[in-house]
């Protein structure tokens, strides 16, 4: 039997980028904790998308998806996002 993900945060979809600060405050994030989650460089990019009354890129969506779905996730220190996975090298 398969579990189906549901999530409050996405009855609207696409997620527009002046969203996006709802969607970190409901799910615990600041920008920089995002940030570190996701993998970004700076957080001038979860800056530049809070600006923006675009659509977030599908990828960024399901980012966003996995992490407010999957608690296991959102376990980010700045260690592991400069070291590679031991499983990948």
Excluded: C, D, Y
Aim: glycine share 4%; hydrophobic share 35%; aromatic share 6%.
């Amino acid at each position: 039997m398969s579990k189906k993900l549901t999530s409050n945060a996405w009855t609207k979809f696409p997620l527009l980028g002046t969203e996006l600060p709802e969607w970190r405050k409901r799910n615990g994030f600041t920008q920089e904790t995002l940030r570190m989650a996701l993998g970004i460089k700076s957080r001038q990019t979860i800056i530049s998308w809070e600006k923006s009354a675009e659509p977030l890129s599908r990828l960024v969506q399901l980012a966003l998806f996995t992490l407010e779905n999957h608690p296991e996730e959102r376990r980010v220190t700045a260690l592991r996002t400069m070291l590679p996975h031991p499983t990948h090298g």
